[in-house]
């Protein structure tokens, strides 16, 4: 089975997220990247589903130079072997543009199942994996916590809010992952050692299909207007408890009529 | 003044709080007109028309609800190319947005999505890397799709009198590629849920385990409020992971927001810090947290939140 697996590199979420003064796009210099975390879950379920069924895990992920980084985690992991979509010419492509890049991306490794992270930790959409589907024709199966596989037929629970739908359809299809779904493994130092001899192509818009008069920020579906830092909420009361800490509360509560 | 479209979220029949929310954010923008999918829509009609929907869109063939997304996506690109709206709003729960991004790939449109005020020029507003940033972003192709943050906008009652036209749509293969065999509903009480909820009381590493999660609910009851939970409580497997408050899990937007046990990582701030009034109970009072408060006791939660709960009760 050809898996492709999606990854990402994001700010690391404890470092100082900023948008660039003059694009208004992602400062990536001023934080840590790393992989993103949701994405950690996809590649362990890709895994799983090539150690059941046989096949190969490819990891695709379109970003800058960085972006090696967390395409190498994937590979220590003990996914076979990577796609890297890179060019200047994507910087600052929206969520509708980046969904155009990576299907045209998928055109070229092909795929049965496309499995990815719910969201990403920087820009939170959440719109890629239905995004995917709809521009591939093929069955939007997200927000799973499980996925089943017998030959040509998935299915997968897809969390809601009232618990989960059971849904069911054919290969190939985009699957997104939810936390919980599995324990993504560490990577072995077997595996660190290995990562380094595995291949990775580079793709440039051209190399991948994708028209470049279709992706980045000039061509944005859409576009920032203005970005400040939030106003930092008034400083509240802090009180330490005295054995009355509870009734106090309850006090405050009431002057704010919440009881 | 142009239609807005409003996607109305619904559990059979049962509006959800959130589609109120976007018939006023829709009727300062333009005019409101709901969009209904799947059965139900007899018993919510009253409902809609209290909060100002003054035409609504009756798609009510059950094979609508029967697929993942993909149908709705289609009634939306079908009505947004027979009348032409200024936008589309939906909320911004994970279906939300799912569909929003479908409409926007069959539009080729440009989709805004979580944010939390829409602003004259449809400039949405966005509280972004755990709520750091305010930043303002607009479509500038194709029909604007925005997804709203669930109780970010307060509904106002507006009376209108709904034109109701019945539509229907032809579903394609595709749209009915993912089919959904069954609804699995878990118990969750009569507690609201997490989103929609005016309080949410949250518990975390402080509550120290699954058996005292009970002090967090008693509290929740006692509020009728809904119970969240912290990324180190799910992990530990004190309470399930569909209740996770925080970046990799709901982000919720509540009245009041009670913390308890919680230090307040960037991870859970980032779900909860749009909440309008924040109380925390964290015996450590270096804990990142009370930078948020307004109202904060350093304290012994086993002491602090039983009392509370108490006191409440005694107020009732």
Redesign the interface.
């Known amino acids: 089975m050809n898996i492709v697996v999606l990854v990402k590199q994001v700010p690391d ?2 470092s100082p ?3 660039k003064s003059d694009d ?1 796009t992602l400062d990536r210099a001023a934080a840590d990247g790393v992989i993103n ?2 994405d950690e879950y996809a590649i362990e379920e890709g895994l799983r589903i090539k150690e059941a069924q046989g096949g190969e895990v490819t990891v695709l992920s379109m970003g800058p130079d960085k972006a090696t980084e967390s395409i190498r985690k994937a590979l220590a992991m003990g996914a076979d072997k990577a796609v890297h979509v890179i060019d200047d010419a994507l910087a600052g492509s ?3 543009q980046t ?1 155009y890049a990576i299907a045209q991306a998928l055109g070229r490794t092909g795929f049965d199942l496309v499995v990815l992270g ?1 969201e990403s ?2 820009a ?8 995917l ?3 591939l ?7 799973a916590n499980k996925v089943e596989i017998d030959g040509s037929a998935i299915k997968v ?14 290969l190939p ?1 985009v699957v997104s992952v ?3 779904i599995n324990e993504p493994r560490y990577p072995s130092f077997k595996g660190i050692m290995a990562a380094k001899k595995k291949p990775v192509e580079t793709l440039g818009v051209a190399d991948a299909g994708i028209d470049a008069s279709q992706v980045g920020l000039a061509n ?11 106003p930092p ?2 400083q ?6 005295e ?8 006090e ?3 002057s ?1 009529k ?2 | 003044m142009a239609e807005i479209l409003v996607l109305v979220d619904h559990v059979d029949g049962e509006v959800k709080k959130v589609a109120l929310e976007l018939l006023t954010l829709a009727n300062r923008h333009g005019e409101a007109a709901a969009v209904w999918v799947g059965p139900g829509y007899e018993n919510a009609k009253d409902r809609l028309a209290e909060y100002g929907a003054g035409k609504v869109y009756v798609a009510a063939d059950e094979e609508l609800t029967s697929y993942v997304v993909a149908p709705k996506a289609a009634l939306l690109a079908q009505l947004v190319a027979e009348k032409s709206p200024a936008a589309v709003l939906v909320s911004a729960t994970a279906e939300g947005k799912e569909i929003a991004g479908r409409l926007a790939v069959k539009t080729g449109s440009g989709v805004l999505t979580d944010v939390v005020d829409v602003a004259d020029g449809l400039v949405g507003e966005h509280s972004i890397f755990g709520g750091g940033i305010i930043a303002h972003a607009k479509v500038k192709t194709g029909t604007p799709i925005i997804a709203v943050r669930p109780n970010s906008i307060a509904p106002e009652a507006a009376p209108a009198t709904p034109a109701e036209e019945q539509v229907s749509v032809s579903l394609s293969d595709n749209d009915k590629a993912a089919k959904i065999v069954e609804k699995v509903v878990q118990e969750k009480g009569e507690r609201p849920d997490l989103t929609e909820a005016a309080i949410v009381v949250s518990g975390g590493r402080g509550v120290g385990g699954a058996e005292n999660f009970s002090i967090i609910e008693g509290l929740a009851d006692s509020l009728g409020a809904a119970v969240g939970a912290s990324r180190a409580a799910t992990d530990a497997g004190w309470y399930p992971h569909s209740f996770q408050v925080g970046q990799t899990g709901k982000t919720v937007s509540p009245q009041l927001y009670i913390a308890v046990g919680i230090s307040g990582a960037i991870q859970h701030r980032a779900g909860m810090q749009t909440s309008k009034t924040i109380v925390a109970i964290n015996k450590d009072p270096e804990a990142p947290i009370f930078e948020l408060v307004d109202y904060g006791i350093v304290g012994d939660l086993f002491q602090v939140a039983p009392q509370l709960t108490e006191e409440i009760n005694k107020r009732k």
């Open positions: 979420t404890e997220r900023k948008l208004s975390e949701l929206d969520a509708l969904s719910s930790t920087d939170r959409t959440g719109v890629l994996a239905a995004m589907a709809e521009r024709g093929v069955p939007q199966l997200s927000l629970q897809r969390q809601t809010d009232y618990g989960f739908d059971k849904v069911e359809a054919s299809a939810v936390e919980k944005a579906a859409t576009e920032v207007v203005d970005f400040a830092e939030a909420r008034a509240g009361q802090i009180v330490t408890d054995g009355d800490g509870g009734a106090k509360i309850a405050f509560l009431a704010k919440f009881v």
